[in-house]
C-alpha cells in the first residue's frame, strides 16, 4: 500500500471518527431537555337523559306476533364530553315496516 493510499484512508476514518463522535454529542444534549407536558383542555358535564316509556302494543318484526310492552321509567345519567362520536346500529326485522 502506498504512503498516499494510507494516508488517505486515515483521513477517511478521522472524518468519520469526528463525525459520529458530534452526533452522539447532538443526541446527549438535546437529550438532556425535557419538554413541558401541555395541559389537556376538555369539557365534561352531568347529564341525566332519563324518561318514562308508556305501556303500549306493538308487533314483534321477527315473529309477527303482537306484543305488550309496560310502561317503564329508564335511567339514562352519565358523564359526558365535548369530544365524542355516536354510533347508531339498526336492523330490520322480516315483519317490520321500518
Known amino acids: 500500500m502506498s504512503s498516499i493510499s494510507k494516508t488517505f484512508t486515515l483521513i477517511l476514518i478521522l472524518i468519520v471518527a469526528v463525525s459520529s463522535l458530534s452526533l452522539i454529542t447532538i443526541k446527549l444534549a438535546s437529550a438532556q431537555t425535557i419538554p413541558k ?4 383542555e376538555f ?10 316509556v308508556p305501556a303500549n302494543t306493538s308487533i314483534d318484526p321477527f315473529t309477527g306476533k ?21 354510533y347508531e346500529i339498526r336492523m330490520k326485522g322480516h315483519f317490520s315496516q321500518e
Open 37 to 40: 407536558p401541555s395541559i389537556p
Open 43 to 52: 369539557t365534561v358535564h352531568y347529564a341525566d337523559r332519563s324518561n318514562d
Open 66 to 86: 303482537t306484543v305488550t310492552n309496560p310502561a317503564q321509567h329508564i335511567e339514562n345519567q352519565t358523564i359526558s364530553s365535548s369530544d365524542y362520536l355516536y
